[in-house]
């Protein structure tokens, strides 16, 4: 299977949890994928819903991980996908915090790495994994951006890099002093240089966002979200805000239309429109 998975070029990332997940699936049954069907694979789908209570994201992921490995690395032309149905999602709208509250939660960092690593999630609109593994080199103060490798779908992009980030990011080296990644991790062996996880950058919105006591739902996807709308209420375009999140598809864009206050605003309520007279009952005699 990884060999499948490679010969494909996915994402590291994506490698991993594919690998984890049928792992974990083999681990529940106590026996080789090779040796289970759909039964087994119906039955794990209820678990992961109804015992394990995971998010429908994650459940989506390891069937898809099952998917891949039944039909691709094993073959298995004798079981029928659709009885294994990705589960429905609710469109739901993401959280979006105010500019006082971004002020808020980046003022809360626990140390200047912390404040930095916020304020480029904010900057940027970069995904929690793409930051952990920005390189100094990804810094390209010549041509004013910051390049983005691999992100999600294998897709590079650049990003807009203005002079207050620039010299916030100038400040930052001159204190840390990172050589290859610019968040380098402290576990690193020495001699090497060794990226953040993508769960510390969780754990460092996480944590500020409780000393800031914003109450609010967030994590670094947040500050993606809250990049993409003050964008849009600032007045940029659909497709310029489409290539800076690197979405494949304008239709995932759109989304921000109904998170934008301008846009919300700028409407005129059809009720505003009427004249309506004062309809109190006159008393009678």
Same mark, same amino acid.
């Given at each position: ?27 529940? *049954? ?6 289970? $069907? $759909? ?14 209570? *995971? ?12 998917? *891949? ?13 659709? /009885? ?29 790495? @912390? ?31 910051? @390049?983005? @490798?691999?992100?999600? $779908?294998?897709? /590079? ?40 996880? /993508? ?27 809250? *990049? ?18 690197? @979405?494949?598809?304008?239709? /995932? ?31 009678? $005699?």
């Amino acid at each position: 299977m990884l060999d499948d998975l490679l010969r494909r070029n996915y994402s590291p990332d994506t490698i991993r949890g594919y690998i984890r997940a049928v792992q974990q699936f083999a681990e529940y *049954f106590h026996r080789s994928p090779e040796q289970m $069907g $759909g039964e087994e694979l119906r039955r794990y789908q209820l678990y992961l819903l109804h015992e394990r209570k *995971f998010a429908l994201g994650t459940v989506e992921n390891n069937i898809s991980a099952l998917r *891949f490995l039944y039909k691709k690395t094993l073959k298995r032309r004798d079981l029928a996908f659709d /009885d294994l149905p990705f589960p429905k999602q609710p469109r739901t709208l993401p959280t979006v915090l105010s500019q006082d509250e971004v002020t808020r939660l980046i003022e809360a960092a626990a140390n200047r790495m @912390h404040r930095m690593l916020l304020m480029l999630l904010y900057a940027t609109g970069m995904r929690r994994t793409e930051a952990s593994l920005l390189k100094v080199s990804d810094i390209d103060s010549q041509r004013m951006v910051i @390049h983005i @490798h691999r992100g999600k $779908g294998m897709r /590079d992009r650049d990003v807009p890099l203005t002079p207050k980030m620039l010299e916030a990011l100038r400040d930052y080296w001159r204190w840390k002093k990172p050589r290859v990644y610019l968040f380098p991790s402290k576990r690193s062996a020495a001699g090497s240089d060794q990226p953040i996880s /993508d769960k510390t950058v969780w754990n460092v919105c996480r944590a500020a966002a409780t000393r800031a006591g914003i109450q609010k739902k967030l994590g670094p996807h947040t500050l993606r979200h809250c *990049f993409a709308t003050h964008l849009l209420e600032g007045g940029a375009d659909l497709r310029t805000i489409q290539l800076l999140m690197g @979405h494949e598809r304008l239709e /995932d864009t759109t989304i921000y239309l109904h998170l934008s206050q301008r846009h919300l605003h700028a409407a005129i309520n059809p009720l505003d429109q009427l004249t309506i007279r004062n309809m109190q009952e006159k008393r009678l $005699g």
